[in-house]
């Protein structure tokens, strides 16, 4: 059977990569010199980026795998970046977009990355104590941070590279990207007031990090500004669940004293909140307007009169990113400290 013997010798002329793929393996494929391989898998910013994605587009087509122990052994560094997402169910793919974003930013460099997610606060705290006492990662990114917040703490005291989606109240700098949530509740009461509303609700959910204490201080210092009533909505409401925010929606759409204006921190609560006032026979933009923060498209197709304000998650990600490899690479952490603006969508 002359093509099946024909198929056979093709095969046996193929070249493939014998053992485990180099650095010689990718010099010789890109032809570019060791030390250049080398530098570029290990981040290499000095390097043109037409390098870079040559030598990753190479690494990737050979397999190529970092030997890790050697590394470790070598340089002390694992290439790796931990990401320890706090559980809270305040916006909807808020884990999703954040991942992405890290992981679009650590594309082309020599780091992988390692999610843990944690749904209490004190299991992250072990989260962080685990990393810092098996060295299982050059640097970490938390999320949902508080005040006096112990994960941050643990960090500082081991001078370890770290970066917190939020501030805190700590008087020693760390490296922080955080959502404006000043400009957000300055925006969302100057919005409503100019729609004429003067008896304002403020729902927001978890009463520990600091997005909280910043957005409800702003808040009732905007409203005492006004001259018009800012009432703060329990929190033991805010954090039910969704069914129960729907069923307080039902209940105040029914109400003889309501608020005509109302400003949400999350999707998830707004998108719950709406329905049953839309249940119990209020229309948002007449008896009363509501302003969201919004963190993906489900809230204006949902509901596409709903005026919201826009933070990017993924952007956040790779800003955070971005923050934490300068931290890695010994940059002081009172020049890595930015905000990420608050973007409105009035309709």
Not at 194 to 220: A, C, E, M, P, Q
Request: aromatic share 6%.
């Amino acid at each position: 059977m002359p093509a099946l013997r024909d198929m056979r010798d093709a095969k046996k002329t193929e070249k493939k990569p014998k053992g485990r793929a180099t650095l010689r393996t990718i010099a010789e494929l890109t032809g570019l010199s060791l030390s250049t391989v080398s530098l570029s898998l290990r981040g290499g910013a000095s390097l043109k980026e037409e390098t870079r994605r040559k030598v990753a587009e190479a690494a990737r087509a050979v397999g190529y795998v970092p030997d890790r122990a050697g590394v470790r052994l070598r340089t002390g560094k694992t290439n790796v970046i931990a990401l320890v997402l706090d559980g809270a169910p305040d916006s909807i793919d808020f884990a999703q977009n954040m991942i992405q974003g890290v992981g679009h930013a650590i594309r082309g460099t020599r780091y992988h990355l390692t999610v843990t997610p944690e749904f209490e606060r004190t299991a992250s705290v072990e989260s962080i104590r685990y990393i810092l006492d098996n060295r299982t990662a050059d640097g970490v990114i938390i999320t949902h941070t508080a005040p006096r917040d112990p994960r941050v703490q643990l960090m500082m005291d081991a001078d370890f590279p770290f970066v917190c989606h939020g501030r805190t109240e700590f008087f020693t700098p760390h490296a922080y990207h955080d959502f404006h949530s000043e400009a957000f509740a300055r925006l969302a009461v100057e919005r409503l007031l100019s729609k004429g509303r003067h008896d304002l609700l403020l729902t927001i959910g978890d009463d520990s990090t600091t997005n909280y204490h910043n957005i409800v201080t702003t808040f009732k210092g905007e409203v005492a500004r006004a001259g018009i009533s800012g009432t703060v909505m329990d929190t033991s409401v805010a954090r039910g669940r969704s069914s129960e925010l729907r069923k307080f929606g039902i209940d105040l759409a029914t109400a003889p004293q309501r608020p005509d204006g109302i400003i949400c921190d999350s999707e998830t609560r707004a998108i719950a909140l709406i329905s049953g006032l839309y249940e119990g026979g209020l229309r948002i933009g007449r008896e009363l307007d509501l302003i969201s923060k919004q963190t993906t498209d489900i809230l204006p197709t949902v509901f596409p009169d709903v005026d919201s304000i826009e933070e990017d998650v993924y952007f956040a990600g790779k800003e955070l990113t971005r923050l934490l490899l300068r931290r890695i690479e010994g940059e002081a952490p009172e020049t890595l400290q930015t905000l990420g603006e608050p973007i409105p969508h009035w309709h």
